[in-house]
Every structure is written in structure tokens, then in C-alpha cells.
């Protein structure tokens, strides 16, 4: 368990870190919005869901994850965008809300 753990947080690192260090270092212009579309409504939406789905596996050991990848995507946006964005803010929660919806989801399916 401690394996996958460590899987899920490095996997955590390279969407919510990387990608928008990919996104604001190599596209410019219009096509660096449109990247970061699809970032903010398809990638990380649906990697917030698959991490919630995993935790809702064990919740008392697996809390923590939803609430780390929001926490990193909100410090990858603020360093590789804008620092302080407060609509930030508003997308890490939305990320939480639905990786948390997620893990009890999951948890209510198992019972």
C-alpha cells in the first residue's frame, strides 16, 4: 500500500506540477490558452476524480491525497502563472470538492 501511496503522490507532483510547467515553458500565444483549457477543465478535473476513486479505497489511510493534489496544483499555478490568483483558489476547491466526492463515492459502492 505504502507503493502505491508513493505512486499517487509522485503521479500528483507530475499533473498538478509539471504539466503546468510544460504548459506556461513551451506554448505561447493562443495555443498555450487552449492548453491550459484543457488543462483546467479535462486533465485535472478527471485526475482529481481518479485520485478521490483510489482513496475511496481506504479513507482512513487515504484522506490525505485529494487534498495534497489540490494543494499542489494551487502551488504549481501560483509559481508557473500568477502568484496570489484568488481564481486559483476557486479550481483547487472545485478539485477537492470532486476528489472528495470521489473517495465517498467509492466508499459508499464497497459497503
Known sequence: MKKNIILWM???AVVMLAFPWLAAT????DAGMAVC?????????????????????DIRRLWSL?????????????????MGESAFILYAAVYLVLGIAAMLIKKKMQK
Not at 513551451?26 to 500565444?29: E, L, Q, S, T
Not at 495534497?68 to 509559481?79: E, K
Request: proline fraction near 4%; hydrophobic fraction near 65%.
Open 26 to 29: 513551451f506554448v505561447k500565444g
Open 66 to 82: 485529494p487534498v495534497i493534489s489540490s494543494a499542489l496544483f494551487l502551488i504549481g499555478t501560483w509559481i508557473f502563472f500568477d
Open 37 to 57: 483549457f484543457l488543462l483546467f477543465f479535462a486533465v485535472n478535473p478527471l485526475y482529481s476524480v481518479l485520485i478521490g476513486a483510489f482513496a475511496g479505497k
Open 10 to 12: 509522485a503521479a500528483s
